[in-house]
C-alpha cells in the first residue's frame, strides 16, 4: 500500500493573520522587534512559496507598520528583552563578550546591551568560576594529574566563552574545588 503525502496548505497572508499570528508568538515567549520580524518573514516566505502570485513586499510592509504599533503599545521592547537576558546570561556565568554577541545576534541595539552590562555588578572571576564549576574544570576536576593533563584545554574553554586570559588563568590555579 502506497503512502500518500499530503502537503499542508497554508492559510492565506492577510494583515488580520498576520497580527494574529504575531500576538500568539509574543503570548508565547518574549522577544526583540528583529525576531518577531523574522518569524513573521518567515511566515510570509513560506505562505509566498505555496502561492506564486502572492505580494511579499507588501506583506513586508504590513510586518513593518505591525511592528511600529506593538512597540508603540510596549508589546515588543527590545530594552526589556534585553534586561531580562542580560540578566539571566550574568547569573548563567556567561561573559559580558559572549552577552554583547548573544544580544547582537538577537538585534538589540549594542549601546542598549552596555548600558544593561554596566549597570550589573559582575565580577569576571565569579562568573569564570561558574562555569569552571559547571563544565568541572579547573579546580572542580578532583583528579590532580587529570587537571594537570587538560590544564590547555581547560584554559581554552574558559577564554573561548569569552573571559579574558588573566581571569581564566587566576581560575584555573585556584587550588579551592
Known amino acids: 500500500m502506497e503512502t500518500v ?18 500576538l ?18 518567515r511566515r510570509i516566505d513560506a505562505y509566498a512559496y505555496q502561492d506564486k502570485e502572492f505580494d ?15 512597540e508603540a503599545k510596549h508589546y515588543v521592547d527590545d530594552e526589556r528583552f534585553a534586561s531580562f537576558k542580560v540578566r539571566d546570561y550574568l547569573a548563567a556565568g556567561k561573559s559580558p563578550r559572549y552577552v554583547l554577541g548573544k544580544m547582537k545576534e538577537k538585534g538589540v541595539d549594542e549601546k542598549i546591551t552596555l548600558r544593561l552590562l554596566n549597570l550589573q555588578d559582575y565580577n569576571p572571576y565569579d562568573a569564570a568560576m561558574k562555569l569552571a564549576k ?3 574544570i579547573g579546580p572542580f576536576e578532583p583528579d590532580e594529574a587529570k587537571r594537570r593533563e587538560r590544564r590547555s584545554k581547560d584554559l581554552a574553554i574558559l577564554v573561548r566563552a569569552g573571559f579574558d586570559y588573566d581571569v581564566a588563568i587566576s581560575v584555573l590555579e585556584n587550588k579551592e574545588g
Open 134 to 136: 559547571k563544565k568541572k
Open 5 to 22: 503525502v499530503r502537503k499542508k496548505v497554508l492559510k492565506k497572508i492577510t494583515p488580520v493573520r498576520l497580527k494574529n499570528i504575531a
Open 56 to 70: 511579499k513586499s507588501q506583506a513586508y510592509e504590513w510586518v513593518e507598520s505591525l511592528l511600529d504599533d506593538f
Open 24 to 41: 500568539y508568538y509574543l503570548k508565547r515567549f518574549e522577544t526583540t522587534r528583529f525576531g518577531l520580524k523574522t518569524v513573521l518573514r
